[in-house]
């Protein structure tokens, strides 16, 4: 098949310079089969690889819905604060495995458990990986279970099995943005597909780590995570993000999480890409009856990372907890915007948020909740907080009710402001020095969300980035 | 021994101490006792160094060493301890580390080693037991959610553990019913010794019953204008303020 009969079905309408570089790019890159990595990677999995029918129609209804609605750009009200620029010189197209560093297990982060997936530049790199061997729980590469599939005579999904955005992003109940989770959906070429059986009892149960090598001019990195829990599960899930290198990475990461009824999840995400990585991430997720699923995200690297995070409430009495933490110095630009939203009755919610934004950084978290019709005996409180720790520092965070039921329960506090003089001269008067006394506020501003963190290990590790990370946006003093 | 020599502070515009001198032998418990606005938590915050204050004029020394001359923390390295009249709540900082932190500060100065883990929660259970104190505040928050009757004592119960060489309680007894009150008086009574000065700032003699003072002042607008024993401080309570103010006008 040729490049322009491949682009005759992805018609680029209203094509801004920007997506209509992406339909050409996308077009060259499916020119002939699908790319192959030049690499290990190859090693898990020797069938011939098929380009099926099924996921190249997938991503070309991504890419054309893409089109249909273009990139946010920053007159959009909910993308005012990610610096959008960046995308103008990236390249869209994964990059070869070719030109990738070599790369051991000292590179990276301390395992948390035992087993762990790494993934370079959002493909599976098994030799880096230890596979589970949690019973109830199956992790599969996306592109393995594309083939699979297909030898199975299954018509393959896709990316692996994991549920299609292009049918999320029409779903007029999730009034979400989904447009950089459709990029990822035409770009992708694997992903963690991690489904856990009915009852399974797992509490740290698989780690994922996205390492992220290639400078963005070179090819982008498509983290991809399908995480569908059964029925009466107890499951936990570490994801983390890192570079490798120093290269100005760009990085596209989807995630969607399905949490059958009276399932238990947590799921802890750790941004920690490199000073000049670029990090964009959409995560989804829903929950049936009675189901808990709590999210914690600590947010540290990137020169500029958004997250995007859709949840929604469809079985009476399910509970999301969103909690997010965010440490910004220098330039780094952070910004959240979760929104969950109230489907089935009696839900709850607790949205809880502290950022501390150092330097000439911005950090901004916008939480939103919609109650729909019948979501009567909604129960939900937001709680956001910003610390400005810098003179040139601006910490942007909204809480936003949308109510259209009544019996309601809906709480909200939001503050943005310094450091508490009372607060310090406290601690200075028992003989702490500023540096520590300091170090210890803002530590303790963000305990209500660390806190959180049931995994001690992972905990002791985030502590001690976020208090590297603190120890270098110091520049608190010139405030106080 | 303390030494304060024609102190003048301004808050603003507004000026607060006026030319005021005390000398706090090493040793003795003095009382600074005066009306509302007289100035007395103003002295107390500008002998820890709180920020806000400005100095205009004169000194106060510790031991011969300029204390205005310190940031707060080195005055607390001095040895220079305040009770806050509003201890602060810190959510999210123990109140176990804050007192270790601030005993190895202490010993940091003095260079000594840090302390020992054992022994220093052998120490602090002991100054608690002292203080009728749970062992579940140990980690608490610094003061979270504590009444006003626990967070005095958890004021007493850090200057049991840091040992200063100068204490300056600033209406300690405020809001302390007669249970915690003889709680509070005797931990302070424990500190008393002969290489140790208190500074107690009240309002009400209610305190001087159980802490007994060396001395007692009467500050009237920023400055002293009555000293004598703890007789001062009853006939305070029988006869109220107005006479001093009027003998000072």
């Given at each position: 098949m040729s490049a322009s009969q491949a682009t005759s079905k992805v018609a680029a309408t209203p094509a801004s310079p920007l997506t209509a570089r992406i339909a050409a790019e996308f077009a060259a890159a499916h020119a002939g089969s699908e790319p192959q990595r030049q690499d290990g990677a190859q090693a898990l999995d020797t069938?011939?690889?098929?380009?099926?029918?099924?996921?190249?129609?997938?991503?070309?209804?991504?890419?054309?819905?893409?089109?249909?609605?273009?990139?946010?750009?920053?007159?959009?009200?909910?993308?005012?604060?990610?610096?959008?620029?960046?995308?103008?010189?990236?390249?869209?197209?994964?990059?070869?495995?070719?030109?990738?560093?070599?790369m051991t297990a000292a590179d990276l982060p301390a395992a948390v458990g035992k087993s762990r997936y790494v993934f370079v530049d959002g493909v599976l790199e098994p030799s880096l990986s230890s596979p589970t061997t949690a019973a109830g729980v199956v992790v599969t590469s996306m592109k393995v279970t594309a083939a699979h599939s297909t030898a199975a005579g299954v018509a393959a999904s896709g990316v692996g099995g994991a549920t299609p955005i292009v049918g999320a992003a029409n779903d007029d109940a999730l009034p979400g943005d989904l447009r950089f989770a459709l990029l990822n959906e035409a770009f992708a070429t694997d992903g963690a597909q991690i489904h856990v059986a009915r009852g399974t009892d797992c509490a740290i149960c698989v780690e994922l780590v996205f390492v992220a090598t290639a400078e963005g001019k070179a090819g982008a990195s498509y983290p991809r995570v399908s995480f569908k829990v059964d029925a009466n599960a107890r499951v936990g899930l570490i994801e983390r993000h890192i570079s490798f290198g120093s290269d100005a990475n760009f990085i596209n990461c989807a995630v969607d999480v399905e949490v059958a009824r009276d399932a238990s999840v947590q799921h802890y995400r750790v941004q920690q890409?490199?000073?000049?990585?670029?990090?964009?991430?959409?995560?989804?997720?829903?929950?049936?009856?009675?189901?808990?699923?709590?999210?914690?995200?600590?947010?540290?690297?990137?020169?500029?990372?958004?997250?995007?995070?859709?949840?929604?409430?469809?079985?009476?009495?399910?509970?999301?907890?969103?909690?997010?933490?965010?440490?910004?110095?220098?330039?780094?630009?952070?910004?959240?915007?979760?929104?969950v939203d109230h489907?089935?009755?009696?839900?709850?919610?607790?949205?809880?948020?502290?950022?501390?934004a150092g330097g000439r950084s911005r950090v901004a978290f916008n939480g939103k909740i919609v109650v729909r019709k019948g979501a009567h005996g909604t129960d939900s409180s937001q709680s956001l907080r910003g610390l400005l720790a810098g003179t040139?520092?601006?910490?942007?965070?909204?809480?936003?009710?949308?109510?259209?039921?009544?019996?309601?329960?809906?709480?909200h506090g939001a503050t943005a402001g310094k450091l508490d003089d009372n607060m310090l001269f406290y601690l200075l008067s028992r003989g702490l020095d500023r540096e520590t006394a300091l170090r210890l506020l803002k530590w303790a501003f963000l305990e209500d969300v660390v806190s959180k963190i049931e995994v001690p290990e992972l905990r002791r590790q985030i502590e001690a980035s976020l208090a590297g990370q603190m120890n270098e946006s110091a520049a608190l003093k010139e405030l106080l | 021994m303390l030494k304060i020599d024609n102190l003048q502070v301004a808050v603003g515009d507004n000026k607060v101490l006026n030319g005021l001198s005390l000398e706090v032998p090493t040793g003795e418990v003095h009382a600074i006792m005066g009306p509302n606005g007289?100035?007395?938590?103003?002295?107390?915050?500008?002998?820890?160094?709180?920020?806000?204050y400005t100095v205009t004029g004169g000194s106060i020394t510790l031991d011969g060493k300029d204390l205005l001359a310190l940031e707060p923390e080195e005055r607390a390295h001095e040895g220079v301890f305040l009770g806050f009249q509003y201890p602060v709540e810190i959510p999210g900082v123990n109140n176990v580390y804050l007192l270790k932190a601030a005993l190895n500060a202490a010993r940091k100065h003095r260079g000594l080693p840090e302390v020992d883990a054992f022994e220093f929660l052998t120490l602090v259970r002991e100054k608690m037991q002292l203080m009728k104190m749970d062992e579940s505040f140990l980690s608490r928050g610094v003061n979270e959610g504590f009444s006003g009757g626990e967070k005095k004592r958890n004021e007493i119960l850090q200057m049991l553990v840091l040992e200063p060489k100068?204490?300056?309680?600033?209406?300690?007894?405020?809001?302390?019913?007669?249970d915690a009150l003889k709680v509070v008086a005797n931990?302070?009574?424990?500190?008393?010794?002969?290489?140790?000065?208190?500074?107690?700032?009240?309002?009400?003699?209610?305190?001087?019953?159980?802490?007994?003072?060396?001395?007692?002042?009467?500050?009237?607008r920023g400055k002293i204008a009555r000293s004598g024993d703890k007789t001062l401080a009853l006939e305070l309570e029988k006869r109220g303020y107005d006479w001093v103010i009027e003998e000072a006008a």
């Amino acid at each position: 098949m040729s490049a322009s009969q491949a682009t005759s079905k992805v018609a680029a309408t209203p094509a801004s310079p920007l997506t209509a570089r992406i339909a050409a790019e996308f077009a060259a890159a499916h020119a002939g089969s699908e790319p192959q990595r030049q690499d290990g990677a190859q090693a898990l999995d020797t069938r011939p690889r098929v380009a099926p029918q099924a996921l190249r129609a997938r991503r070309e209804a991504a890419l054309q819905a893409l089109m249909d609605s273009g990139l946010p750009t920053s007159r959009d009200e909910n993308w005012k604060y990610v610096n959008l620029r960046p995308l103008e010189k990236v390249r869209f197209v994964p990059p070869s495995g070719a030109a990738r560093p070599a790369m051991t297990a000292a590179d990276l982060p301390a395992a948390v458990g035992k087993s762990r997936y790494v993934f370079v530049d959002g493909v599976l790199e098994p030799s880096l990986s230890s596979p589970t061997t949690a019973a109830g729980v199956v992790v599969t590469s996306m592109k393995v279970t594309a083939a699979h599939s297909t030898a199975a005579g299954v018509a393959a999904s896709g990316v692996g099995g994991a549920t299609p955005i292009v049918g999320a992003a029409n779903d007029d109940a999730l009034p979400g943005d989904l447009r950089f989770a459709l990029l990822n959906e035409a770009f992708a070429t694997d992903g963690a597909q991690i489904h856990v059986a009915r009852g399974t009892d797992c509490a740290i149960c698989v780690e994922l780590v996205f390492v992220a090598t290639a400078e963005g001019k070179a090819g982008a990195s498509y983290p991809r995570v399908s995480f569908k829990v059964d029925a009466n599960a107890r499951v936990g899930l570490i994801e983390r993000h890192i570079s490798f290198g120093s290269d100005a990475n760009f990085i596209n990461c989807a995630v969607d999480v399905e949490v059958a009824r009276d399932a238990s999840v947590q799921h802890y995400r750790v941004q920690q890409t490199g000073a000049r990585a670029i990090w964009f991430d959409t995560l989804t997720a829903k929950l049936a009856e009675n189901a808990r699923y709590q999210v914690h995200t600590v947010n540290l690297g990137a020169l500029s990372a958004r997250s995007t995070v859709y949840v929604k409430l469809l079985g009476e009495r399910s509970e999301v907890g969103v909690f997010g933490a965010s440490v910004g110095g220098k330039n780094q630009v952070h910004d959240t915007f979760a929104l969950v939203d109230h489907i089935a009755p009696n839900a709850r919610t607790n949205q809880s948020f502290r950022g501390i934004a150092g330097g000439r950084s911005r950090v901004a978290f916008n939480g939103k909740i919609v109650v729909r019709k019948g979501a009567h005996g909604t129960d939900s409180s937001q709680s956001l907080r910003g610390l400005l720790a810098g003179t040139d520092a601006e910490i942007d965070v909204r809480p936003q009710l949308e109510i259209y039921t009544d019996d309601v329960r809906c709480n909200h506090g939001a503050t943005a402001g310094k450091l508490d003089d009372n607060m310090l001269f406290y601690l200075l008067s028992r003989g702490l020095d500023r540096e520590t006394a300091l170090r210890l506020l803002k530590w303790a501003f963000l305990e209500d969300v660390v806190s959180k963190i049931e995994v001690p290990e992972l905990r002791r590790q985030i502590e001690a980035s976020l208090a590297g990370q603190m120890n270098e946006s110091a520049a608190l003093k010139e405030l106080l | 021994m303390l030494k304060i020599d024609n102190l003048q502070v301004a808050v603003g515009d507004n000026k607060v101490l006026n030319g005021l001198s005390l000398e706090v032998p090493t040793g003795e418990v003095h009382a600074i006792m005066g009306p509302n606005g007289s100035g007395k938590s103003t002295l107390a915050h500008v002998l820890a160094g709180r920020p806000g204050y400005t100095v205009t004029g004169g000194s106060i020394t510790l031991d011969g060493k300029d204390l205005l001359a310190l940031e707060p923390e080195e005055r607390a390295h001095e040895g220079v301890f305040l009770g806050f009249q509003y201890p602060v709540e810190i959510p999210g900082v123990n109140n176990v580390y804050l007192l270790k932190a601030a005993l190895n500060a202490a010993r940091k100065h003095r260079g000594l080693p840090e302390v020992d883990a054992f022994e220093f929660l052998t120490l602090v259970r002991e100054k608690m037991q002292l203080m009728k104190m749970d062992e579940s505040f140990l980690s608490r928050g610094v003061n979270e959610g504590f009444s006003g009757g626990e967070k005095k004592r958890n004021e007493i119960l850090q200057m049991l553990v840091l040992e200063p060489k100068l204490a300056v309680l600033d209406e300690t007894d405020s809001g302390l019913d007669i249970d915690a009150l003889k709680v509070v008086a005797n931990g302070v009574n424990t500190l008393r010794s002969p290489d140790r000065s208190v500074v107690l700032v009240t309002h009400y003699q209610r305190l001087l019953d159980y802490v007994i003072p060396d001395h007692v002042h009467v500050l009237v607008r920023g400055k002293i204008a009555r000293s004598g024993d703890k007789t001062l401080a009853l006939e305070l309570e029988k006869r109220g303020y107005d006479w001093v103010i009027e003998e000072a006008a």
